[in-house]
């Protein structure tokens, strides 16, 4: 959770240490694969300051307009690359490695996760307050699917399609459809 603003550049450089260019106009300018990841986590990483901010006490006009400023883009992101990543559920050094669509929204991923494209972490059944914890230097493997409530152990690595329905214990490799360990780590 980011609540200083020398914090917003710290988390943005363990979220993008992979990505050697970050101007946002040379990116675009090139085609980038990287361009809409580069942008989307910088916009959520500096909307997420202004809005832990304004949990804690009143902004400043300034203040407010750039938190609207960067919930705007923020939210343009979202929705024209279809990168669904929530405020504040993502810990610093989350890798998205290829754009694609992604939606995690409410619920907690740990520091040094890698999310790939087509992952989705939503509940087993609408209407219910259900979470999904996911640990620490966690792997989601492409098109897998996480389904609250559950949480997932440090170290895991969830292999490709794979649907997660139940606790996941630390360092393993897990796949399948329901998933179960294929090996340990």
Known sequence: MITKKSEIKEYIDADLDFVKQRNLLMLWLKGSEFYPIVKLITCLRHYEYYYNKAQVSKLSLIEFFKKHWWRFFYRRTQLKYSLYIGVN???????????????IMEHTLGENCTVLPMVLVGKKCPGIQATAIIGNNVYLGN????????????NAVIGAGAVVTHDIPADGVYGGVPSKRLRSL
């Open 89 to 103: 559920v993502a810990g610093k050094g989350l890798h998205l490695m290829h754009p694609g669509f992604r939606y």
């Open 143 to 154: 098109g897998s699917t996480v389904l609250a409530p559950v949480t997932i152990g440090d």
